[in-house]
């Protein structure tokens, strides 16, 4: 099932044709189902069998493709590991061709000679692998059910390189993943575009489209010198990437590498998303040296450890996105993103989000850097980022009150910090989770809120409840924890991995608008216990309620969400076309979706509304009261007003009669119940408030509470509203 629009389709074509005027169509000069000369690879071959004027003719001859078992194959050879393939083919005239394009379907890995120089390979390490050498993954073939070849870009400069007019030699080599593997397969294709009208060839098989040479989005191009990015190690590569800015299209072939020009070190990333077909990546940009290098991606701030997050399980393509945008308008750090276009080895792998690594940075999680000596007393305390998630052997520990789930060190990690520094952060964690579980867990001097930042835990919590990510609270859920002199609580966050996100899975009632995460009976028994007893405590839920009002009054409004989402969709309008064409919804990669719509349209439209409906849901399901503090022994002949309220510059408390003159304490707090100013009232009926803290800093627009006071008792309490 491939995602169309019409629309879409008509603006993409109309670019293409734009930006190739010098292109008039398409030809293909080698189908997959020519005959082929070959080779079974039950020796090594001679070495310059891939050259142009090496000598086939007793090599066997047969249609291709050639290979067994997945009912692609017109020549049927035996169990091997390996199969070495020619087709010799005639140009007319190379000064007629723009572009070529050399498309691959392979099981499971191959290496492809133009004239004896390598153009493509895919899944296969080594400069001129051994005749026995075997793939380091499995992979599977596509056209058989219904998927498409693999493109592989030839730029005009390379067929001037590579080509020659007359005669000219397609060689390659094709490997197993082992000898008794259940098939191989080896269907190759090499089409040219061509400057006239002049038809020398044939025409391109119903499956082709013309590759697009430009982009609205950045265009990021890594070379692995024909290496396969590993999960781990990470290899060295080179990366580029071309950003011209907004409004101007990015040239694939022509414009030069001016955002990024240098060398990085990737590897592949991911736990589940691992199985999926387009990859997750983490990289770290390097000097000539391999040292790392702190640069500017795509204007974010200047670091060396970065995320290319492969959007795949998310058709929408924008949840990652969403949940860091809504994490960031709660003034608390979000990885920063952009989306791209990436190539990998010319081959053109979709749209990917650069992100950043979550990390330990001024411009990240602004936290104290541990040093090895950092063993003793205030530096011993922080920072520390922990995450919650699967089983590491030697990277972490099991909580003790829950076997289910795992505390990962992340910074420093397992193999930099000191056996000090493990037992310090294992230990705060460990009594933070017993104080959790005593009977004072919610006494305000020695229960939680003395170990926790309790705003961040509401943020977080607020975003894990909107989105209802199924993963969310028991895997890649991340804590932070400073200095002690520097506040030294426990924070919750940073946010990461949404993809299931906001209806997205179909487990652990995922699609499910109504309901909560925190116990839901389906997933719960993997969560910290955390989040279960913290709405135990009545003040907790009222504080949630008040943020949650807050929010919804302001930065998380239901239109504003909507608009947020549009957005996205309107930026990534013209590649989400070219990125399902790359990456159709097929089989078994449905799992683990909800829903599955037949265009992008549809999947927008689910996403939009869904989380109405989540929205509408916590709206009239909300855990408390907005009341900040507890309020006795309330004297009635008292009452004070706020004038005007809601106000913008200046407020004012006025007791309603004018010979009401009193002595007390007003206190400000913010929706989290943070105390930010107090006044003393001195024989007095009217106090100006002009909308700043105690250190004379404007406060933001919100929701903020107050509390009149005597010397024993609050006497009053109410809302007021900063616009």
Same mark, same amino acid.
């Given at each position: ?5 019409l629309?879409?389709l ?13 292109i ?10 020519? &005959?082929?000369?070959?080779?079974v690879?039950?020796? +090594? ?9 090496f000598?086939?003719?007793?090599w ?5 493709g ?29 000064s007629?061709?723009e ?14 000679y ?6 493509a ?9 051994a005749?026995? #050498? ?5 992979? +599977? ?5 219904g998927? *498409? ?43 040219v ?12 098989p ?9 982009s609205d989005?950045?265009?990021i ?12 190690p ?5 990366m ?7 409004g ?9 590498l ?12 991911g ?10 990546y983490?990289? +770290? ?18 670091e060396?450890?970065?995320?290319l997050?492969g ?5 929408s393509?924008?949840?990652?996105? *969403? ?18 276009e *990436? ?6 792998v ?5 992100m950043e ?10 936290i ?18 922990l995450?919650v ?6 990277n ?27 037992n310090?952060i ?7 989770? +017993? ?7 919610d ?5 939680y ?18 989105s ?13 924890k400073d ?13 990461w ?28 028994n ?7 007893r913290?709405?135990?405590d ?17 930065p998380?409004?239901?239109?504003? &969400? ?18 399902f064409d ?11 979706? #909800? ?22 849901w ?7 009261n ?8 309330l ?18 408390f006025?007791?309603?009669k ?9 206190k ?10 107090i006044?003393?009232? #001195? ?7 002009d ?9 933001? #627009? ?22």
């Amino acid at each position: 099932m491939k995602y169309f629009s019409l629309c879409i389709l008509s603006l993409s074509f109309f670019s293409n044709q734009l930006l190739s005027q010098t292109i008039d169509h398409w030809e293909t000069v080698v189908f997959a189902d020519d &005959i082929w000369k070959y080779r079974v690879g039950d020796s +090594e071959p001679p070495s310059d069998w891939f050259q142009s004027n090496f000598d086939d003719s007793n090599w066997s001859e047969g249609q291709g493709g050639i290979g067994y078992s997945d009912g692609d194959d017109n020549t049927t050879i035996q169990n091997t590991i390996s199969l070495y393939m020619r087709m010799d083919f005639d140009i007319v005239d190379i000064s007629q061709l723009e572009l070529a394009l050399f498309h691959a379907d392979y099981d499971d890995g191959f290496i492809a000679y133009l004239n004896g120089v390598e153009i493509a390979r895919a899944n296969m390490n080594g400069d001129f692998p051994a005749f026995d #050498a075997i793939t380091p993954v499995d992979r +599977e073939a596509q056209m058989y059910d219904g998927g *498409l070849p693999v493109p592989f870009t030839l730029s005009k400069d390379k067929i001037n390189q590579h080509l020659q007019n007359g005669n000219n030699t397609l060689a390659i080599q094709v490997h197993n993943r082992g000898l008794f593997s259940s098939d191989l397969s080896s269907l190759f294709f090499f089409s040219v575009g061509v400057n006239q009208t002049v038809m020398n060839y044939s025409p391109t098989p119903t499956w082709f489209t013309s590759p697009f040479v430009s982009s609205d989005l950045p265009i990021i191009k890594i070379n692995t010198f024909g290496e396969p990015i590993p999960d781990d190690p990470k290899i060295v590569a080179h990366m580029g990437i071309i950003d011209n800015g907004p409004g101007n299209r990015n040239y694939i072939f022509s414009d030069s590498l001016n955002d990024y020009n240098g060398q990085i070190a990737i590897e592949t990333r991911g736990a589940s998303s691992s199985n999926f077909p387009k990859k997750n990546y983490g990289f +770290e940009t390097q000097d000539s040296q391999g040292e790392n290098n702190n640069v500017k991606l795509l204007g974010m701030p200047k670091e060396n450890d970065w995320i290319l997050h492969g959007p795949f399980s998310d058709k929408s393509l924008i949840r990652n996105v *969403l949940a860091f945008h809504l994490g960031n308008l709660t003034d608390r750090w979000a990885p920063r993103t952009r989306y791209c276009e *990436l190539f990998i080895n010319d081959e053109y792998v979709g749209i990917y989000i650069l992100m950043e690594k979550i990390k330990r940075d001024d411009d990240r999680v602004d936290i104290a850097k541990l040093d090895s000596d950092d063993n003793a007393g205030d530096s011993l305390t922080g920072g520390y980022i922990l995450q919650v998630d699967r089983f590491e052997l030697g990277n972490g520990w099991n909580s003790p009150f829950n076997p289910n789930h795992f505390f990962v060190y992340q910074y420093p990690n397992s193999d930099d910090l000191t056996t000090t520094q493990e037992n310090y952060i294992r230990n705060h964690l460990t009594d933070f989770e +017993e104080v959790l579980a005593g009977g004072n867990f919610d006494d305000p001097i020695i229960g939680y809120p003395n170990w926790i930042d309790v705003g961040s835990f509401i943020d977080h919590m607020l975003v894990v409840e909107l989105s209802r990510d199924v993963d969310a609270y028991r895997l890649s859920s991340f804590l932070f924890k400073d200095k002690d002199s520097k506040g030294g609580l426990l924070n919750a966050g940073p946010l990461w991995d949404f993809n299931l996100g906001f209806g997205n899975a179909d487990y652990c009632d995922g699609w499910e608008t109504s309901g909560w995460n925190f116990d839901d009976p389906n997933c719960g028994n993997d969560q910290p216990f955390w989040w279960d007893r913290l709405q135990e405590d009545t003040m907790f839920n009222n504080q949630v309620q008040c943020r949650w009002d807050e929010l919804r009054a302001g930065p998380w409004h239901t239109d504003s &969400i909507m608009q947020f989402i549009d957005d996205q969709a309107v930026i990534l309008e013209e590649a989400q076309d070219r990125n399902f064409d790359r990456w159709p919804v097929l089989g078994n990669y449905l799992w683990p979706n #909800a829903f599955v719509g037949d265009t992008y349209e549809e999947e927008i439209t689910y996403l939009k509304d869904w989380t109405t409906g989540r929205l509408i849901w916590m709206d009239e399901n909300m855990i408390g009261n907005c009341n900040p503090v507890a309020i006795t022994n309330l004297e009635k002949n008292i009452s004070l007003t706020v004038q005007p309220n809601p106000f913008s510059e200046t407020t004012n408390f006025v007791f309603e009669k004018s010979n009401s003159n009193q002595n007390g304490i007003i206190k400000i707090y913010d929706s989290l119940g943070n105390e930010i100013r107090i006044f003393n009232f #001195a024989n007095q009926n009217k106090l100006d408030w002009d909308g700043k803290n105690e250190n004379g800093k404007e406060i933001p #627009a919100g929701i903020y509470f107050y509390t009149f006071s005597n010397k024993k008792n609050i006497i009053q309490s109410g809302k007021i509203i900063k616009m």
